[in-house]
């Protein structure tokens, strides 16, 4: 853009100034300071408080800059979502790590991390599974980085199958889902504060968990 002025008798052409140029455009990753403020306002304000123009305010950029990355919101909490998946899948990678040769040990700390991503992500996890928008599968990065993190859940249980500590008379898949379904309705439970009538928060996360885990995992034994 640039502007007209008057000085000396005559118009000349002028430019911003470097400082007003540096305040629209000073983010060299705007897409990744658009994701962490829409984060921020999440945290703060809930879903009512999101909106383009808040997430550009917060961003030092102007309103038109987000366009640049997202059309709406809700690609905005794809792009949240997405980066939750890479997230999680990276937590369960670390499962080799935890267990390198017994597969069932695995599986149970791909549960237990599960949960912890929940526990320390929560704005990442309802944007995941859809509290705020919804997504085409067909077209959403998330759902196909989604589909990498529950593989490695899956690897797991077939190991276990392969080394006889888990059913391998079940389709791996459907024993994937069965026990991604029970942490996942309790770790959905403790972030919506649902189990505000236990106060003991190590209850919550540890004692009252791992039972959980426990008892889901013998459920899948041979």
């Known amino acids: 853009m640039v ?9 000349c052409v002028t430019r911003p ?30 879903p ?9 305010r917060r961003s030092g950029v102007s309103q038109a800059a987000p366009y640049r990355h997202f059309q709406s919101k809700e690609d905005l909490y794809a792009a949240i979502a997405e980066l ?15 267990a390198p040769t017994d597969a069932l040990a695995r599986v149970r700390f ?17 944007c995941m599974f859809g509290d705020y928008w919804h997504f085409d599968p067909a077209q959403s990065a998330a759902c196909e980085v989604s589909l990498e993190a529950l593989g490695v859940f899956v690897e797991h249980v077939i190991a276990g199958q392969h080394a006889g500590q888990i059913d391998a008379t079940q389709n791996p898949m459907h024993l994937s889902i069965f026990l991604w379904s029970s942490i996942h309705g309790y770790a959905s439970l403790y972030i919506r504060n649902s189990l ?18 426990d008892k889901t995992l013998r459920s899948v034994l041979p």
């Not at 400082?19 to 983010?27: G, I, S």
């Not at 009512?48 to 550009?56: F, I, N, P, T, Y």
């Open 3 to 11: 502007w007209w002025r008057y000085a000396r008798g005559q118009y």
């Open 17 to 46: 100034s470097a400082k007003k140029a540096t305040l629209a455009y000073h983010h060299g990753n705007l897409r990744e300071t658009l994701i962490e403020k829409g984060l921020e306002i999440l945290r703060e304000e809930g």
């Open 48 to 56: 009512e408080g999101m909106s383009l123009r808040e997430v550009a």
């Open 84 to 98: 939750g998946f890479r997230m999680l899948k990276e937590m369960l990678l670390q499962a080799h790590q935890h």
């Open 110 to 126: 791909c549960g237990a991390q599960y949960f912890r991503f929940a526990r320390t992500y929560p704005e990442h996890f309802r």
């Open 196 to 213: 505000f009538f236990i106060e003991d928060e190590a209850l919550k996360t540890h004692a009252l968990l791992n039972d959980i885990l």
